[in-house]
């Protein structure tokens, strides 16, 4: 049965997302602010399928610790879900950081290349974090909120990565605060794997933490063993006794 409702929503992806991609060209011509909005009526679409079709639930603990300013969102990521999931249903626009090459990949590159993002040339070397920098602090000016990974990619439940530096150096730079996130979404949807699971996914919005005061280094601590310790509380089955 899990095979066949990750078939038909693999099907709902592909036949949704070109006529979808399709209007983005359409409505290019109009305001950032309104491409944003009926842009992310995908990634909704896409969240809503995975919930109706795969049984895939989801809730969301701490909306309170969102605050109602500047800030730096850096989440847990274990999954292609919670890239749906954010720019769908965060009360702001949310900025991904991400390789400018993938503007280039049909259909959902040119989605993404309207969003007006954070948008970096690898190729740049060190000169990539300063791209970073640069356009993270115009799109927080426009009220938006820059959203990293800190681990860079999707780890598996129970696992850890480095975290990177990038999201703290960004917070120090602007004096932005951080808002911590952690999440369990590789226990319904995998990396790289066909078969999602149904279940319940749980977001954690963790407090606000200030940059202003801090290094870059205690900065990223503080996050990490945040999303850590919550990443325990959220499935201490993952990782055995202390």
Known sequence: MA???SLVYLLFLSITVIPYALACLLWAPLPQHWRYRLTVGWPRLAVWGARVICGIRWRVQ?????????????SKHQSAWETLFFPAHMPREVCFVYKRSLHWVPCFGW???LLRMIAIDRSKGRDAFEQVVRQGRLRLDEGRWPLLFPEGTRVAPGKTSRFKMGGALLA???????????????????????????????????????????????????????????????????????
């Open 3 to 5: 095979f066949l409702r």
């Open 62 to 74: 701490g909306w309170e610790n969102l605050p109602d300013g500047p800030a730096i969102l850096l």
């Open 111 to 113: 989605g993404l290349a």
């Open 172 to 242: 120090s730079r602007t004096g932005a605060p951080v808002v911590p996130i952690a999440l369990n979404a590789g226990e319904c949807w995998r990396r790289n794997a066909f078969i999602k699971r149904p279940g319940l996914i749980t977001v954690s919005i963790g407090p606000a933490i200030e940059s202003q005061g801090k290094t870059p280094e205690e900065l990223n601590r503080q996050v990490q063993e945040w999303i850590e310790g919550e990443m325990r509380r959220l499935n201490p089955e993952r990782y055995g006794k202390e």
